[in-house]
């Protein structure tokens, strides 16, 4: 994966905030002079906490590597803020109190298994976020979840399956077909903060 520098994190991430405060207060906002790896095709997940308590205020993305990064962080910025169905739309007031989080994804690569029960060493909690198809069902999950969740690999794959509609058991029980990928993540330690690069 061509891996980010800090310099190119720490900009996705103000990119982000600032995508989300124009859009709130109905500015459009101009880009220009970004880092040129914002041109590749890149998959990214945009995630808005609420601070200090770190409770989940949104995140929604950009699963495939199908635009260019520039405008995939934009598209994933506004819909974490205003799209994501489990939460209201976020306010440009809270946003004085939200920390802004970027995933940059590597392109989800299929896990091949001949039985099931593989899949509980192919997969490593604090590597590998996973996607999950069957049918019509399909469900994500980041690769940061499980370590804060403290799951182990079956209960990453349960949940997964939940996040799809499916039955917990789904990964044991049908043909479904699921994908690793790896992230790399850039978080504010606080709202308009300094930029970290977060290792799991």
């Known amino acids: 994966m061509d891996r980010l520098t800090l310099e190119e994190g720490t900009y996705a991430v103000k990119y982000a905030r600032a995508v989300i405060e124009n859009y709130l207060t109905g500015k459009n906002i101009v880009v220009v002079n970004y880092p040129k790896k914002f041109d590749k095709y890149r998959g990214v997940f945009v995630t808005l906490h609420t601070y200090p308590d770190h409770t989940l205020r949104g995140c929604i993305g950009v699963p495939e590597p199908t635009m260019p990064l520039i405008e995939a962080l934009k598209e ?3 819909s974490a803020a205003v799209n994501d169905p489990r939460f209201p739309p976020v306010t440009i007031d809270e946003m004085d109190n939200i920390v802004v989080e970027v995933s940059v994804l590597t392109p989800p690569k299929l896990i091949e298994v001949e039985d099931p029960s593989e899949y509980l060493d192919k997969i490593e ?7 999950i198809e069957y049918g019509i069902y399909r469900g994500l999950l980041l690769p940061q979840v499980p370590v804060e969740q403290e799951w182990e690999v079956p209960e990453y794959l349960s949940n997964l399956c939940l996040k799809a509609s499916l039955s917990p058991d789904a990964w044991l029980r049908y043909p479904v077909k699921i994908y690793s990928f790896q992230a790399q993540i850039f978080e504010e330690i606080r709202p308009r903060g300094q ?3 977060k290792t799991l």
Do not use: M, N, Y
């Open 76 to 78: 994933a910025a506004i």
């Open 125 to 131: 909690i604090g590597r590998d976020g996973l996607i």
């Open 195 to 197: 930029v970290v690069e």
